[in-house]
């Protein structure tokens, strides 16, 4: 009896510790973009590596809940944020953070890059960027445009517009992006910034026209969009993001497999047949090119937040 118990304890020894869960906290609403990739994201970290994964939505103060969450988790990997541009402008928007970003978070990857069109109404006269611009400088503050909120990629981007384009417009805030939408579309404003994956579908109806887009580059869902570059607004590059983030203070072994397994999620098939088509650019670079990003990004908003006067307690 006791060679089989000593037998029995010995193979128990061995046996593989049981894999601990790993959480994505997402700080918005299910449902979104950021929510979608998350579940791809962690379906995909399950099947490499072993480990069960839960989506946990933590929406709320511009995503500064959810990041609060990750901020004080312990750095081994089983806590990971989805973090998107609001995490660069908050430094800038709010007077104090839970947090100080660049110690708190580890990058991981970045994971997409969403750039923003500027829309008018399809029926608006205006044809051309340089005919919304002119009709702009010809009545300062007359023209309007709405945004998802104050502080918000969109807000910030629009407000980055009119700086590079010596105009001044009076922003509309919104509480969310749908209802800015419908502001457009229903004659309450003349502009809006707004992203790809809502912005298509009313573009190719004819419902909204788009002067241009806030990226680089040209997006290949909208190859007819020119860029706000191209349009005599130099040097304008304005994309939103979503990437992955650790803990500050994760060790670099363990950024490192879970960047592999993120990275492998990001470029498969699946995820660009999911992604693509709405206008979403993969980016899926390597851990330190998302920590440069994430650092010129804090400093690139800065001007923008400065400029929109928004400031929040």
Do not use: C
Not at 87 to 116: C, D, G, M, R, W
Not at 117 to 128: C, D, K
Request: glycine share 10%.
């Amino acid at each position: 009896m006791r060679a089989i118990l000593a037998a029995l304890m010995l193979a128990l020894a061995t046996l593989p510790a049981r894999a601990q869960p790993i959480s994505i906290v997402v700080p918005f609403p299910p449902g979104g973009l950021a929510d979608v990739m998350a579940r791809l994201v962690g379906e995909a970290l399950r099947e490499r590596l072993g480990q069960p994964v839960v989506i946990d939505n933590r929406p709320g103060a511009g995503g500064i809940v959810g990041a609060r969450v990750v901020a004080q988790a312990a750095p081994d990997g089983t806590t990971l944020l989805l973090g998107n541009t609001n995490l660069a402008v908050n430094p800038s928007l709010y007077k104090s953070l839970p947090y100080e970003t660049l110690v708190a978070f580890a990058p991981i990857i970045q994971a997409v890059a969403v750039p923003n069109f500027i829309l008018v109404h399809g029926a608006t006269p205006y044809r051309t960027l340089a005919d919304f611009i002119a009709d702009a400088r010809a009545r300062p503050g007359a023209l309007n445009f709405s945004s998802a909120g104050n502080g918000t990629f969109p807000h910030l981007a629009f407000v980055l517009f009119t700086l590079r384009a010596g105009i001044q417009l009076t922003h509309v805030p919104y509480s969310g992006a749908a209802p800015a939408l419908q502001a457009l579309l229903g004659h309450q404003v003349e502009a809006l910034s707004n992203d790809p994956p809502t912005s298509l579908p009313q573009m190719r109806s004819g419902a909204v026209r788009a002067l241009g887009i806030t990226s680089a580059q040209r997006l290949p869902q909208a190859p007819d969009v020119p860029t706000l570059a191209e349009q005599g607004v130099t040097g304008f590059d304005a994309v939103g993001w979503q990437g992955f983030l650790a803990p500050g203070g994760t060790p670099p072994a363990v950024i490192a497999r879970l960047h592999g397994a993120i990275q492998a999620a990001m470029t498969s098939p699946a995820m660009r047949e999911k992604l693509e088509p709405q206008g979403v650019r993969i980016v899926a670079g390597s851990s330190a090119e998302f920590a440069a990003f994430l650092r010129a990004d804090i400093e690139r908003w800065r001007e923008a937040v400065r400029a929109s006067g928004a400031t929040v307690e």
